[in-house]
């Protein structure tokens, strides 16, 4: 049978672009679709606006710390309006390259929806049909509310990059990824910021004393982080029920009086005032509240299962380590698949379902020991086994220092940082690297080779430091601080 395509994309993002330029630079004809933004969420709403605002928002405390090294520069007010405009440009630029790689690679383009009428059809959005051999779902994920009622008084971190004014007062909910960085960013932009988690510490899943560090600098910075805690009740700022805020919180700066805010009140899913009432009895009214509770995959009205692709109990599309679903001529990749949502690993998944499909190399990924960071300020650059996980599995070493980093202790900052190494005792093997500083992000790519390459602590040990730098600790640790 002759198709029209021998692959369909369905899905602009980092994965979906790769495997479909890497397809057609191979001599595959290849189209994709995209409904919304050619990049998709780590281009337009995701990692690279969240990078320029992280930069963005360091400059606050990099002005403070200049003076104390001598230079003479006067704070002044952030211009988010200025700032946001400035970020949409570069936006619009990066999405241009995206199209410009697409159509220097003969992929045909199509903005717009596509949805799957049988496992060799895609039915576009104007009705058309299109059929390919291959077809690779890579249609991402998007970020969840919680089931409570007004939670769509909330924003998600979609709504972030199009705001109109900073928040003065923000709540943030949630304690993964996306809640710790934008709490950081916010504070940094000299936005008020209170995060509420409903666990016992943030950042569940990553190493204890690494998130220990980081919940602690982020209260050091401002930011009114809040354990065990969580909404149990929220309104549009201004109704009745603001009567009683007056004094029944435990915040000390509870917001405007209901009167002002009531006036400010926004139409419901807009974001904006908003009264809430927490588990710890506080009520306070937040200018924004930002709901940063996990993402989704997005697989809903796709007509996957009508045709036999499995899709899990959290929406996911099931795959094999080759990325084939249930149905062989359809393959998926990225977020949609809920297996690691980071964009590296969307595109080497990608690139190795073209080898797999298009090469004839089948290639399974390798979702081993992946490095990855989280941007919060300090940023937290982590590759392999927690401490935790680590001691569950064998007996370990652990090397772990903290100390007062030149820079900033020059400053008069109280910041630390923390280097750990998680060692095997039987293969002396470093099974987890956990850094917490500036920078750690930059430092765990290059450690994440050693550790993925199966280096021994020794390996790390005849090393030879690089000084004075603050990962250099991580060559001199001699003694283990424990063993577990
Ligand atoms: P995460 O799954 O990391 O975190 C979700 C948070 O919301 C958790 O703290 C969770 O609590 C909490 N939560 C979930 N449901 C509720 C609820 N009903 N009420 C209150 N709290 C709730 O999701 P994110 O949205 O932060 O990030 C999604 C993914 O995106 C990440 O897993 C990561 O893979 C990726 N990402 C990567 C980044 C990077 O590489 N730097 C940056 C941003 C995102 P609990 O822990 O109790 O479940």
């Not at 080779?449 to 603050?470: C, L, N, S, W, Y």
Request: some cysteine; hydrophobic content about 40%.
């Amino acid at each position: 049978m002759a198709f029209d395509y021998d692959l369909f994309v369905i899905g602009g993002g980092s994965g979906g672009v790769r495997a479909a330029r890497v397809a057609a630079a191979g001599g595959a004809k290849v189209a994709l679709a995209e409904d919304n933004r050619m990049g998709g969420t780590c281009v337009i709403r995701g990692c690279v606006p969240k990078k320029i605002m992280v930069f963005a928002s360091s400059y606050r405390e990099g002005l403070e710390d200049a003076r104390s090294y001598g230079w003479d520069v006067k704070d002044g007010p952030f211009d988010w309006p200025a700032f946001s405009g400035r970020l949409k440009t570069e936006l619009d630029r990066l999405e241009g390259v995206y199209r410009d790689l697409l159509k220097g690679s003969n992929v045909e383009i199509f903005d717009l929806r596509a949805r799957l009428t049988d496992p060799h059809t895609i039915e576009l959005s104007d009705g058309t049909q299109k059929t390919a051999k291959h077809i690779l779902v890579a249609t991402g994920g998007h970020p969840v509310r919680p089931d409570m009622k007004g939670a769509e008084l909330g924003i998600v971190s979609d709504d972030i990059f199009n705001l109109k004014e900073l928040p003065k007062k923000l709540l943030i909910v949630g304690g993964g990824y996306i809640a710790c960085e934008f709490a950081c960013i916010m504070q940094g932009l000299g936005v008020e910021v209170t995060q509420f988690y409903r666990g016992a510490q943030i950042l569940r899943g990553f190493d204890d004393e690494a998130r220990g560090l980081i919940a602690e600098m982020m209260n050091e910075r401002g930011i009114k982080l809040h354990l065990g805690t969580n909404i149990v009740d929220m309104a549009p700022a201004g109704e009745d029920h603001t009567a009683s805020w007056s004094g029944t919180g435990t915040d000390a700066a509870m917001g405007a009086p209901a009167a002002e805010v009531a006036v400010r009140a926004p139409a419901a899913g807009t974001g904006g005032p908003v009264w809430v009432k927490a588990t710890n009895g506080s009520e306070q009214v937040f200018d924004q509240v930002l709901f940063a509770t996990g993402r989704s995959p997005n697989t809903r009205d796709m007509g996957l299962e009508e045709i036999g692709v499995e899709v899990g109990r959290r929406g996911e599309i099931v795959v094999d380590e080759y990325s084939q679903t249930a149905v062989p001529s359809v393959y998926a990749i990225g977020d949609v698949t809920g297996r690691v949502q980071l964009t590296p690993v969307a595109i080497r998944e990608g690139m190795a379902f073209v080898e797999t499909v298009f090469n004839g190399n089948p290639t399974p990924i390798d979702h081993d020991l992946i490095p990855s960071a989280v941007f919060t300020q300090p940023e937290l650059g982590t590759v392999g086994m927690s401490e935790e996980e680590a001691r569950d599995q064998e007996p370990v070493e652990i090397y772990c220092t903290s100390f007062r980093p030149m820079q900033s202790a020059f400053a008069g900052r109280p910041d630390r940082v923390l280097m750990k190494l998680v060692v095997s005792q039987a293969t002396r093997k470093v099974l987890g690297c956990h850094i917490v500083a500036p920078g750690a992000g930059e430092m765990i790519q290059l450690a994440g080779i050693a550790v993925k390459m199966g280096a021994t602590k020794e390996d790390f040990d005849r090393t030879v430091a690089v000084h004075p730098t603050m990962s250099e600790e991580l060559v001199t640790m001699k003694t283990p601080m424990r063993v577990a």
